[in-house]
């Protein structure tokens, strides 16, 4: 499956649930944003994660809109995780990257022992390091981010969860094409709700299941 038909595919899961996808999604980015955010971080950006900027340059935030459309809601685009556009994304790398810079040897000594990896995950053991971009956050400041400094077993791009409130890093998918595709698999569950807005928790849903 190509990204863009993955991207369609999640668009058209959340539109069935009644979310006004075209209500919170940003026009897509250039390519020269794009571009300009990858010369910053000093790394390639996969394939896919431009694929996904040049759909959208992130969303709106949902508790900016009120009444999209009868009968519809908004929701963050990664349940809980706000998809942000790429100049929040260089913002949140750069606060990252400050706190690892200013930090020096003390860094990992400080933050990294209290990190664990989950049993058989290819990611490094490390509250954070350089390589790590966000592409969505929560209201906690934790994010699904594109590791862009995988251990040699692992795969670039892949999608791997970090934050404050995220002592355990994981993998959630080997490429944010493939975690479209996983997301698209689960079966929504809302587990708070308004007359205009909704999330779920994706880590804790389960697949649709066939009868």
Not at 52 to 74: I, K, N, S
Not at 86 to 111: C, H, M, P, V
Not at 181 to 201: A, G, N, P, Q, Y
Request: glycine share 8%; charged share 20%; aromatic share 14%.
């Amino acid at each position: 499956m190509t990204f863009d038909d993955a991207f369609d595919h999640w668009c058209e899961t959340l539109r069935a649930a009644g979310f006004a996808v075209g209500s919170f999604l940003n026009a897509p980015a250039t390519d020269a944003t794009i571009d300009s955010l990858q010369a910053q971080i000093g790394f390639d950006l996969p394939n896919d994660l431009r694929a996904l900027y040049l759909r959208a340059d992130g969303q709106t935030p949902p508790f900016g809109l009120t009444d999209p459309f009868p009968g519809e809601v908004v929701l963050p685009f990664f349940g809980t995780y706000d998809f942000i556009s790429t100049e929040r994304a260089l913002g949140a790398y750069e606060q990252w990257k400050q706190i690892f810079d200013e930090a020096g040897d003390q860094f990992s000594y400080n933050f990294d022992e209290f990190c664990t990896v989950r049993d058989g995950d290819p990611v490094i053991k490390a509250y954070w390091q350089p390589g790590w971009l966000p592409f969505s956050i929560d209201g906690g400041g934790n994010s699904y981010a594109v590791d862009l400094s995988p251990p040699s077993n692992g795969s670039y791009g892949q999608v791997i969860l970090i934050g404050p409130d995220e002592d355990e890093r994981r993998v959630l998918a080997p490429s944010l094409c493939e975690f479209l595709i996983r997301l698209s698999k689960l079966d929504l569950v809302f587990h708070e709700s308004s007359d205009v807005w909704r999330c779920f928790d994706i880590e804790r849903l389960s697949p649709k299941t066939t009868s």
